[in-house]
């Protein structure tokens, strides 16, 4: 009998040992990202001295955003009507919690998946802040203050967009003429050039090209901010 109960305790010792190997080599679930996470996502955020906010959520293939929001006025504040404001960076995929986590100047963003078409906003807010895929929202091309890196050389100029790392040649229309010469003048050794600009991105036959509207600054010596975009 007490050899019988002994084989038995030993057995079930056994048992537990192995279960208890088997939870800890469990370690957090991967969730693989969705294929069709990138696109063009709008919708209406809850605001609280407007209307409503209008947004739109650029996720490029090359893991760089551009969120675009914008202030509806509600008739009592019409110094928010139509104003935007923008958040530019770098996205990634949160294996661990099967989130798209926004990453820029400011503070972090997380979305989660709900279906191919639906992104919700994670926010401290009961309502909840929804963006719907919409593939008639055409490419951006909004006209905005630009940080970067200029060169200038005898090919052209290209321009390297701090936040997103974009790097992008400079089209010859516009305020190209005034960003040549600055680099001339400004920059005749070719340093790297944290420049300023009023611009926007155009989509040509070629690819991308940055449009410069206005030339603000240029520091030479001094290159973008580091900045924790992690793709």
């Not at 709008?42 to 893991?63: H, M, Q, V, Y």
Request: glycine share 8%; net charge neutral; charged share 25%.
């Amino acid at each position: 009998m007490e050899l019988r109960s002994f084989a038995a305790l030993t057995l079930l010792g056994a048992m537990l040992a192995g279960c208890s190997r088997d939870h800890a080599s469990d370690g957090p679930t991967a969730t693989p990202m969705p294929a069709t996470v990138p696109g063009v996502y709008a919708g209406e955020f809850p605001c609280s001295n407007c209307a409503a906010i209008a947004a739109t959520l650029w996720l490029r293939p090359d893991k760089r955003f551009f969120l675009r929001q914008r202030f509806n006025d509600d008739g009592e504040s019409p110094g928010a009507r139509g104003e935007a404001t923008y958040a530019l960076g770098r996205w990634s995929w949160n294996e661990q919690s099967a989130e798209i986590v926004l990453r820029g100047a400011g503070p972090e963003r997380r979305l989660m998946v709900l279906d191919d078409d639906r992104l919700r906003l994670s926010a401290a807010s009961p309502v909840e802040h929804i963006l719907l895929r919409d593939a008639a929202i055409p490419a951006f091309g909004d006209r905005l203050r630009l940080d970067g890196e200029s060169v200038a050389g005898k090919a052209g100029a290209t321009f390297t967009e701090c936040l997103t790392g974009l790097p992008l040649r400079v089209a010859e229309v516009g305020a190209y003429k005034e960003l040549r010469r600055q680099q001339r003048v400004m920059n005749p050794h070719g340093k790297v050039a944290l420049t300023t600009v009023d611009a926007h991105i155009a989509h040509v036959a070629s690819g991308e090209v940055l449009v410069v509207d206005r030339f603000v600054t240029i520091k030479p010596g001094t290159p973008c901010p580091t900045r924790d975009t992690r793709s």
